[in-house]
């Protein structure tokens, strides 16, 4: 069956650069694109970026500059790269398929000294 | 970018009632290829966003048939036809026409 899984430091210290694994199964990486979204405590979805099914990506305008998308497609997984963290970069990231149908656990992230 | 605006940002509900959710686009959201990439997921309390209809009216494999989703270009609608205590959450409509994608703030259905 479909799943999805986040992985990744838990605490990340402000400046530093976050770095997340998004591991899919029951599914091919070249056929379905999958979104990064993110949401703080307490706040609503926020969408981040997209890696497509052949490798293009798509980011978020007020993150664009500081987010990376990538993938390796043999060992299925999506790669999620954002520089200088500040503190209201924390919340839970998701990894999420195609049409938001499949959606990974989350995994919360603290931005902090 | 496309702003989705959702309306009411709160609802109060009791069981049993009918009650609709409205998102607006701040541009039409046909895409060139004739689809219309508008969805609603919903957001219960600790778990991960589900989604509920996609392409503006398509019910999500397995979700009740009580939900119901219509609209075109920029005005779409999310009804609910008797809600249900597991109904209870936030409800989002994204948008994955127009690159970059966008969520709406949301709208908390609450018991009443």
């Known amino acids: 069956q479909v799943q999805l899984k986040e992985s990744g430091p838990g605490l990340v210290q402000p400046s530093q650069t976050l770095s997340l694994t998004c591991t899919v199964s029951?599914?091919?990486?070249?056929?379905?694109?999958v979104h990064w979204v993110r949401q703080p405590p307490g706040k609503g979805l926020e969408w981040m970026g997209r890696m497509r099914y052949n490798g293009d990506t798509s980011y978020n305008s007020a993150l664009k500059s500081r987010l990376s998308i990538s993938r390796d497609t043999s060992k299925n997984q999506v790669f999620l790269k954002m520089n200088s963290l500040q503190t209201d970069d924390t919340g839970t990231y998701y990894c999420t398929r195609h049409l938001f149908d499949y959606w990974g656990q989350g995994v919360m992230v603290t931005v902090s000294s | 970018d496309v702003v989705l605006t959702q309306t009411p940002p709160t609802l109060s509900a009791t069981i049993g009632q009918s009650v609709s959710i409205s998102c607006r686009s701040s541009q039409s959201l046909l895409h060139s290829n004739g689809n219309t990439y508008l969805h609603w997921l919903l957001q219960r309390p600790g778990q991960s966003p589900q989604l509920l209809i996609y392409?503006?009216?398509r019910l999500e494999s397995g979700v009740p048939n009580r939900f119901s989703g219509s609209g075109s270009g920029t005005d779409f609608t999310l009804k609910i036809s008797g809600v249900e205590a597991e109904d209870l959450g936030v409800y989002y409509c994204?948008?994955?026409?127009?690159?970059?994608?966008?969520f709406g703030a949301g709208t908390k259905l609450e018991l009443k």
């Open positions: 029951g599914f091919s990486l070249t056929s379905y694109n």
């Open positions: 994204v948008q994955g026409t127009h690159a970059p994608y966008t």
């Open positions: 392409l503006v009216s």
